[in-house]
Structures are given as structure tokens and as C-alpha cells.
């Protein structure tokens, strides 16, 4: 009879899924770290924007109040709002609220990237961020907002415990929150894959998606300027490239492990080029994040004892010159760069530290992880299957908290850059435009880069542009708010061109912008042409009472 295992009995089933893993070679310590401290930065970056521009999109005298919206939920749906609006906001929704929401979330997001209190800084991040997004609306209507939260959720189950916990040896994670963060990232690349393929864009199926996409993204980079001059040759090798890696090259997640390194590489790659090409917010990051977990702790250890080999040899070079002397000294620090033996889990654990993962948390990570897999993989086949019967009660449930979503990147292209610009007159014939902070509008004015930094307003008037201005009422309160002269708002623009005085007349017309020329570049200097197209929205005039009404109609 063979003796039995010393690594004790097998777990199967959900058991084996919720136990934390084993620590070895194929473990995830490491991409754990990396990810967190990457989650952290992400959700800095979207509280730092949140502080400038929060008070102008959802504040009191804000573009889309919360206020309005959940006095409007709670009069419709009564004890079942705080389910369907789930948001802090429901306590306060002032001016000092909604800030201190926003200074909450970057302390949060600051101890997550610093590894104090992982799991109790994520939790507040996620509760946090929830908070704006449910009550945001328009302004929070975007993909990224729900790969974030998503994240989010699984990070907390996936964070070690403790003040300052480094790399959670202690509390290694189980293998469904890792798992579970996996199939977020494949299902970001495979479900935007299947949308460009079932919604029948032609520009996919001919491989023109890219010929005009640098240009017509809401936020263009001066580096995809450039990219946008490459011939078509280019821009179709590239198209391509997107649809196998999206439709083909993501299902290597489930293959071999020499196989995910591969596709950590190519995703990573990929990622970094969209990343510098247009201004996506913080979804290219999000993506860099997850692919980390395509890594185990064998690889990252074999790269870190590389690196240490390189030093140690750069070292003994730079010493070489002192002789046998140096060798005691040589031998010494060697010694002490060289990685030190791990010791086994139950070791550490008798070394005072306990671990956390008992009985109800297992019960709460399996019930929560499992329902979030149930919604996620039934949005999945009901993209090329609508008709499947499958229960939609608990996927419509966790819809207010935006963690199970379906993703179609790119699955249209846009074919034309629409600009809206906002202008302000005295005198009903003479106008000057209210600057932006980050779009496209001076003809001189280069493209920057600015992700992860998301600029709410300035993105949200690019899909405004492409529909009439019924679908997006706020642009004629931004107009009205620009002739109070309120704060707020103008908060939201680089600067206020009519200073204390506010004008008597304002409107948001249209322009069409295009990249110039490389020959026009060097001759002028200018990145942009553009065409007036015409009013977009009604023109107001503010009469002597101070009251409103409109003055001319698009």
C-alpha cells in the first residue's frame, strides 16, 4: 500500500476552490501584490478627478444634480431605492458631501497602494466609488466604471487581512477569487471580440476599423496623430490583430501556464499601445492590472532571482580590482541577497498569525464569487444566444451595483469626430468659446495624453455630439448655468472668458474636426482642421428679470 500523501486529503469541489492556496510555484502572492498595489493607483486616479469635477456634474447646482435624481427614486420606489440606488448619498449629497466623499475615496485608494489594511481600504474604495456611480447617471455610464467596481468587489475577497500584511504569505488567496478576476479579463477581451463580430460593422469585417480611429476617439493623442498617417496596410495588419487576439489568443487563459506567459506578453503589449494612442480612462490600465494574474509566483521569482544574479555579477566586477581582499565582503553580501527559504505554511501560521479564512467568510466568498459567475457567464451566452433560458432574476438583481456587465469595446466605429464647444455672447453676434481643459478645440493645440485621468464632462460631450441634444438635456443646463455665472459648473472649463460678468447669451454649436495633414503640421503647426456644422442645442438669453428663454433654435 502506498503511504499517503503528507500534503493531506484532497479537496474537491467548492472546498478546493475556497481553500486558500498553497504556496509553491504556481501560487499567486506575488501577482496579488502587484495587482493591488495597481487596483490602488487606478482608484486614485478616479477619486483625483472625481475632487474637480464632482461638484460641477452631480453637486446642487451641478449639470445632473443627485439630489433631483434620488428625491425622484424615492418617490417612485420607496424602501427598495437604497437596493436600486445603492449609494452613501442618500445621507448627504451637498457640496461638503460630495467632496468628502471624493477626499474618502483617495485615502482609501492611498492605504490600498501603500498595502495598509488591504482589505478594509478596498472595501471603502468599492463603497465609495459605488456611491458616485450610482448616483451619477450620464456621467457614469461608461465600461470602465464597470470593470472597475467589478474589480473591486472581487479584490476585497482576494486582499490579504491585517495593518500591514506585505505579501500575505500568511493569507494566501483562493483559488475562485483568482480565477474569478481572470475570467474578468477574459471576458472583457472575448465579449468585445463577439460584439465587433455579431453586430456586423462593416469596418471589422473589412479590416477599415482603424483607417480614421485615432482621430475619431473621444480624447486623441499626439502619438495616434501620427499612428493615423501609417497606410492602410498598417491599420489592417492591426484590425486583425485585435479580433484574434479578443476572439482567439484569450482563450490561452485556460491552456498551459508557459502559454499564458505568452499571452501575458502580447496583452500587455497591446494594452500599452492603446494606452498611448487615445485617452480610454483608466480601462487600459484595469486590463494591465488583471493581466498580472496571468503570472504565478515562479515566474515573478525566477525573474527576481535573475535580476539579483545581474547585480551580484555587476557587483563582483566592480570589486574585482581589490583582489582576494574583497572576497569575504563579496561573499557577504551574496549571502545576504540570496532568497531565503520559505517556511512551510503551518510554521508561519504557529508564528502567531492565524488564519482568516474560516468558515463564514468561505461562506460569504463562495455565495458572492459564485453568484457574480452565474450573472457574468449568462451575459456571456446570451450575447450570441438571447433567447437561452436561463434565470434572470439574479443577474438583474446585482445590476444597481454594476459588477456583472457585458463589454463590447469598440464595437462600432465611429466614422466622423463631432465637437460640441460652448460660446457666450453679449450681444447675441459676437462670441467667444468657453476653453475646455482637455478636448480637442484650439487648431494649434496638440493632443496630449492624460489617462488614467478621466475627464467626465469633456468625454461625455463627444458622445453628446452624435445624438440629438433631447437626449442629452444637460447641455442646455450647462448653458443656463453659464449665464448665472455659477461656479460649479465653470468648474468644469479651463477658464472663464467673461469673468464676473456673465453673458447675456449662450449656445453649444458644432464643429467637425479632422487631423491636418504631416505637411500642414510642419508648415503651421496646427494638429487640426475643422468645419462649423451649425446650433446644436437651443440658444438662451438671459432676459432682465433674470429669467431664461430661448433666443434661437437648432
Not at 457640496?95 to 478594509?120: E, Y
Request: charge should be positive; hydrophobic fraction near 45%; glycine fraction near 10%.
Amino acid at each position: 500500500m502506498k503511504p499517503r500523501s503528507s500534503r493531506g486529503p484532497r479537496r474537491w469541489g467548492p472546498e478546493r476552490w475556497l481553500a486558500p492556496e498553497t504556496a509553491g510555484a504556481s501560487s499567486h502572492a506575488w501577482p496579488r501584490w502587484i495587482f493591488l498595489r495597481g487596483l490602488g493607483l487606478i482608484f486614485f486616479s478616479a477619486f483625483l478627478s472625481l475632487l474637480f469635477q464632482i461638484n460641477g456634474l452631480i453637486g446642487p447646482r451641478g449639470l445632473l444634480p443627485a439630489r433631483n435624481y434620488l428625491r425622484a427614486v424615492a418617490a417612485h420606489f420607496g424602501p427598495s431605492r437604497f437596493w436600486l440606488a445603492p449609494t452613501l448619498l442618500w445621507l448627504g449629497n451637498g457640496h461638503a458631501a460630495l467632496q468628502a466623499l471624493a477626499w474618502a475615496g483617495l485615502a482609501a485608494s492611498a492605504l490600498l497602494t501603500l498595502n495598509r489594511w488591504p482589505r478594509a481600504a478596498v472595501a471603502a474604495a468599492e463603497v465609495l466609488y459605488l456611491s458616485f456611480v450610482a448616483a451619477a447617471r450620464d456621467f457614469s455610464n461608461y465600461q470602465s466604471d464597470g470593470m472597475l467596481l467589478a474589480a473591486g468587489l472581487i479584490a476585497l475577497f482576494l486582499a490579504p487581512g491585517g495593518r500591514r500584511p506585505g505579501l500575505g504569505r500568511e493569507e494566501p488567496p483562493t483559488p475562485a477569487s483568482v480565477f474569478l478576476l481572470q475570467w474578468l479579463w477574459f471576458r472583457i477581451y472575448f465579449e468585445s471580440g463577439l460584439a465587433k463580430w455579431l453586430g456586423g460593422d462593416p469596418e471589422w469585417r473589412h479590416l477599415t476599423a482603424l483607417d480614421q480611429y485615432y482621430q475619431n476617439n473621444p480624447l486623441p493623442t499626439w502619438i495616434g496623430y501620427f499612428c493615423q498617417h501609417l497606410p492602410h496596410g498598417f491599420q489592417a495588419a492591426m484590425a486583425l490583430a485585435t479580433l484574434v487576439l479578443e476572439l482567439g489568443l484569450a482563450w490561452l487563459l485556460f491552456t498551459t501556464r508557459r502559454l499564458r506567459l505568452g499571452l501575458f506578453v502580447v496583452s500587455t503589449v497591446f494594452q500599452v499601445g492603446l494606452a498611448l494612442t487615445a485617452n480610454y480612462a483608466f480601462i487600459n490600465w484595469i486590463m494591465l492590472a488583471l493581466g498580472v494574474l496571468l503570472l504565478d509566483d515562479g515566474w515573478i521569482e525566477g525573474m527576481r532571482e535573475r535580476w539579483r544574479r545581474r547585480r551580484r555579477g555587476a557587483t563582483a566586477a566592480a570589486a574585482g580590482e581589490d583582489g582576494p581582499a574583497g572576497a569575504p565582503a563579496m561573499a557577504a553580501a551574496a549571502a545576504a541577497a540570496a532568497p531565503q527559504p520559505m517556511p512551510p505554511p503551518d510554521a508561519r501560521r504557529g508564528a502567531g498569525a492565524q488564519p482568516s479564512h474560516g468558515r463564514g467568510r468561505r461562506w460569504l466568498e463562495g455565495i458572492t464569487l459564485g453568484w457574480v459567475l452565474y450573472a457574468t457567464l449568462a451575459l456571456l451566452l446570451w450575447m450570441p444566444w438571447p433567447r437561452l433560458p436561463l434565470p434572470t432574476a439574479p443577474v438583474a438583481a446585482l445590476a444597481p451595483f454594476r459588477v456583472a456587465n457585458q463589454y463590447g469595446l469598440f464595437a462600432r466605429m465611429t466614422r466622423s469626430q463631432y465637437e460640441i464647444e460652448f460660446q457666450g455672447s453679449r450681444d447675441g453676434k459676437h462670441w467667444t468659446a468657453y476653453p475646455f481643459r482637455f478636448k480637442p478645440q484650439r487648431r494649434r493645440q496638440a493632443p496630449g495624453i492624460y489617462a488614467p485621468y478621466q475627464p467626465r464632462f469633456d468625454w461625455n460631450l463627444w458622445f453628446a455630439a452624435r445624438g440629438p441634444w433631447q437626449q442629452t438635456p444637460w447641455v442646455v443646463r450647462c448653458e443656463a448655468e453659464l449665464l448665472r455665472g455659477d461656479g460649479a459648473v465653470l468648474s468644469l472649463f479651463a477658464g472663464n472668458p467673461f469673468g464676473q460678468r456673465p453673458p447675456r447669451y449662450a449656445r453649444a454649436v458644432l464643429w467637425r474636426y479632422r487631423f491636418t495633414s504631416l505637411a500642414t503640421l510642419r508648415r503651421t503647426g496646427r494638429w487640426w482642421r475643422r468645419r462649423y456644422v451649425g446650433l446644436y442645442a437651443p440658444e438662451l438669453q438671459r432676459l432682465p428679470g433674470g429669467k431664461l428663454a430661448v433666443a434661437a433654435w437648432p
